[in-house]
Nanobody, 120 residues
Framework: QVQLVESGGGSVQAGGSLRLSCAAS?????MGWFRQAPGKEREGVAAIYRGGFITLYADSVKGRFTISQDNAKNTVHLQMNNLKPEDTAMYYCAASMRYAALGNIEYDSWGEGTQVTVSS
């Protein structure tokens, strides 16, 4: 498994922006961002394959979130704009050695998470 460390979470008001980062100990073909709000299941937010050959987004974040990858630094970012209170959750970075989309079971390495709180 690869080691993943997330950063960049925090508290913002609705309409604000945050940029999450995930530093990986090794490169992986697929990297994803997931989130879990209290009392809800973890859901896929965005995924990137081979540095941007394919990017995927949940419908709820399309047009607001952008995933990107810096292969030289083994880092993946999630730029989150126009944040809404419903985006409040713990955000997790995940990695897979093969192609992976937005399903939890497709990833074999997970970070500890970073909290994002959006107030109205």
């Amino acid at each position: 498994q690869v080691q993943l460390v997330e950063s960049g979470g925090g508290s913002v008001q609705a309409g604000g922006s945050l940029r999450l980062s995930c530093a990986a100990s090794e490169n992986r073909d697929s990297m994803g961002w997931f989130r879990q709000a209290p009392g809800k299941e973890r859901e896929g937010v965005a995924a990137i394959y081979r540095g941007g050959f394919i990017t995927l987004y949940a419908d709820s974040v399309k047009g607001r979130f952008t995933i990107s990858q810096d292969n030289a630094k083994n880092t993946v970012h999630l730029q989150m704009n126009n944040l809404k209170p419903e985006d409040t959750a713990m955000y997790y970075c995940a990695a897979s050695m093969r192609y992976a989309a937005l399903g939890n079971i497709e990833y074999d390495s997970w970070g500890e998470g970073t909290q994002v709180t959006v107030s109205s």
